[in-house]
C-alpha cells in the first residue's frame, strides 16, 4: 500500500509519523512523508525533524515539501502519487467529547478520493 502521511510542527504530528513507521513496518507500506508548517512554524525544522525521527528510526521514506495551502496540496499530492490512504493527526477531544476537526484535517477529510486515517 503506497501511504501519505502529513506531518506539522506539532506533537500530534510526529506521532502521526510513529505510527505510520510502525504499521508500515509490519505491512511493508511505501509510506511518502509530506510536510507543512501549521501557522507561524518553520518548515525547515518540520522537515529538519522529520529527517531526524526516520533516521532514527532507521525507515526509509520520501519526504515532500508543502509550501501553499496543506489541505489542497496534500489532496493534489496523493491524487498525483496515486495513494491508497492519507495518515494525518487527528483532531482534538471537546470538553464535551466531541472531536474538533483544525480547517486541513476537515478540508482533506471532506474532499478525499481515497481512505483518510486520522492518528491522535
Known sequence: MRVLVGVDDTDRGMRALAATIERAREAGDEVT????AAGDGSLDAVEASVRDRLETASFDAGVERITGE???DLLELADDGGYDRIVLPGGRRSPLGKIQLGSTLEFVL???QTTVTLVR
Open 33 to 36: 512523508v509530506a510536510v507543512y
Open 70 to 72: 496543506p489541505g489542497s
Open 110 to 112: 471532506l474532499n478525499a
